[in-house]
């Protein structure tokens, strides 16, 4: 089941974004009039994809989409514009938006270019889910002096760090821009020899015109041209470790203090924040990164630091009138009468997808999937509330009771 957000001010659009997306079986659409409603929406329902107009009042797409890169980073985004809204359109693809489509073609594009966003998606979540059942994996890369491969080596070992770490999202993008920047003090500093008084890109800034003839210079010494950067990865349920070597000269520890006082440096004091340990070998040219995340999250490795994650229990489903057990590995769980929910449960009573349990900081929520049927939480019925352990969950003749 695929939730979708659909955000307009105009009622007769958003009928329009509805009967459209609901067309496709396993589609479901949650409306909002504007960003302000979007972001209320967005706690409750967690959607696979916001459909968003740009011209609202009290918050307009543009704004939405700024926010949700700070508070909802992997639900994607996708715009659909009126005439003369391309130029905010474009602003907004920057942000970090997964597309636009004109209004005047949304018959023709807005389901294919769903389509594709969830197929996107879910590959994405399958390839977390596969990391998760590694016990340790190691990565061995020689890369060229090309800025380039920096981004998908990154990306790799984030989607690691997410399916075998206890590491949340935030540190996850923290660890990334660590190896970024020592990834570019190798590229830069080590292999190319630009000076420490020479500005080079922090992160994916462009780089001046003035450092790029720097580089053609540089790289005209073939001494300089054929060294590499060689990277070595080891991610386990326990800690993180990235070694990266360039072939440079090296700098000594006094310069490595020097940078930190300096605008190249900028990097060297990120690697200190967001990792644990940076250390360097003795001749300056290459640095280890360590995080040692279940020492520092042992509640989140269930009494078992070398357990790999695929192993967590983080909940138990308990039926009240039979007493079977489910146990909850996943922190995102459809609930219903359709094999493919995650908890199926019998019954014509009980919806093919009835609700939804969200895991989110500790705590699991319960939230109902839209349709006319009835949820309820301890007697009382709901459409989104938080959990505590022992609470009974009633859907449809079933109840069952969280445990966690």
Request: proline content about 4%; charged content about 25%; some cysteine.
């Amino acid at each position: 089941m695929s939730i979708f957000l659909v955000v307009d001010d105009s009622a007769v659009d958003r009928m329009m974004f509805k009967g459209l997306i609901e067309r496709v079986a396993g589609y479901s659409v949650v409306e909002a009039e504007n960003g302000m409603d979007a972001l209320d929406k967005l706690a409750a329902w967690n959607p696979d994809v916001v459909v968003t107009d740009l011209q609202m009042p009290k918050m307009n797409g543009l704004d939405l989409v700024k926010q949700m890169r700070l508070d909802y980073p992997k639900i994607p985004v996708l715009l659909a514009t009126g005439h003369g809204s391309n130029d905010i359109a474009n602003q907004a693809l920057e942000l970090g938006a997964a597309g636009y489509i004109p209004k005047s073609k949304l018959s023709d594009l807005l389901i294919p270019t769903l389509r594709n966003i969830v197929a996107r998606k879910n590959c994405e979540a399958h390839f977390v889910k596969l990391m998760e059942c590694g016990r340790e994996l190691r990565y061995h890369f020689v890369l060229d002096n090309n800025r380039d491969l920096f981004a998908p080596l990154i990306d790799l070992c984030k989607s690691t760090l997410e399916g075998v770490s206890c590491l949340e999202y935030l540190d996850v993008i923290r660890v990334g821009i660590a190896i970024e920047q020592a990834l570019h003090n190798a590229l830069f500093r080590g292999n190319l020899e630009i000076p420490a008084e020479v500005a080079v890109p922090f992160g994916d800034e462009m780089a001046s015109d003035d450092l790029r003839r720097l580089i053609k210079e540089q790289l005209q010494s073939p001494q300089i041209a054929k060294r590499r950067i060689e990277v070595d990865v080891t991610i386990d349920p326990t800690e993180f470790v990235c070694v990266i070597r360039d072939g440079g000269p090296g700098f000594t520890p006094e310069l490595a203090k020097d940078l930190d006082d300096k605008q190249s440096g900028r990097g060297l004091q990120l690697m200190c924040v967001f990792v644990d340990e940076v250390s360097f070998n003795a001749k300056g040219n290459e640095v280890t990164l360590r995080h040692a995340y279940a020492a520092r999250h042992p509640e989140k490795m269930n009494g078992k630091p070398t357990a790999p994650r695929a192993e967590f229990v983080i909940g138990r489903l308990t039926s009240v009138a039979s007493g079977k057990q489910v146990e909850l590995r996943l922190k995102k769980l459809v609930v219903g009468s359709s094999r493919s929910c995650h908890v199926a449960l019998s019954g014509s009573d009980v919806a093919k997808h009835h609700c939804i349990l969200r895991f989110k900081k500790d705590r699991w929520y319960v939230t109902k999937m839209p349709g006319d049927h009835i949820l309820m939480v301890n007697e009382k019925i709901t459409d989104h509330v938080k959990l505590d352990s022992g609470d009974v969950i009633q859907v449809g003749g079933k109840r069952l009771k969280l445990e966690y």
